[in-house]
């Protein structure tokens, strides 16, 4: 497949996205419940609703951006700078939770309080994930039509 200027973008932008994230992930992985992970990495705090609920919530999506997301959408991102359809592919696949993640997120965000009602959190730190999945999620659908 060829590949254009649009590809390049997409795959690079995938690879950063996800590369941050799994590094902060994987920080949240290896020291769960360390202060610097819940400022930074969960938000909120664990005494501003049930703590059990608060860390199994935040350690699942850790663990599988981690080991499970993460490596395929950086998978699909290299595989469609190199122009092959299973880039595309796995592209389009990674671009699920993207979009999936920030549903869950942006309920429990608003029913439970957790983090800081801003225009900065809502419009850089939590939509920059589904436009960059819808985005991505349409042109990778295209390019495999």
């Known amino acids: ?3 254009t200027p649009f590809t390049w973008i997409v795959g690079i932008s995938g690879i950063a996205l996800m590369g941050v994230l799994m590094t902060v992930q994987l920080i949240a992985v290896i020291r769960p419940r360390s202060a610097w992970t819940i400022s930074n990495v969960y938000g909120g705090s664990p005494d501003s609703t049930d703590p059990k609920a608060y860390f199994a919530f935040n350690q699942g999506t850790a663990w599988a951006d981690t080991f499970f997301w993460g490596p395929l959408q950086i998978a699909g991102s290299v595989g ?3 122009g092959q359809r299973w880039g595309f592919l796995l592209a389009l696949i990674g671009s699920v939770p993207f979009v999936y993640s920030a549903i869950f997120i942006f309920v429990w965000d ?3 309080h957790v983090r800081q009602n801003t225009f900065y959190y809502w419009c850089i ?3 920059v994930w589904p436009v960059f999945g819808v985005f991505e999620m349409i042109y990778c659908f295209m ?3």
């Open 110 to 112: 608003r029913d439970m």
């Open 80 to 82: 469609m700078i190199m």
């Open 143 to 145: 390019r495999l039509l």
């Open 125 to 127: 730190v939590w939509g």
């Open 1 to 3: 497949m060829a590949v």
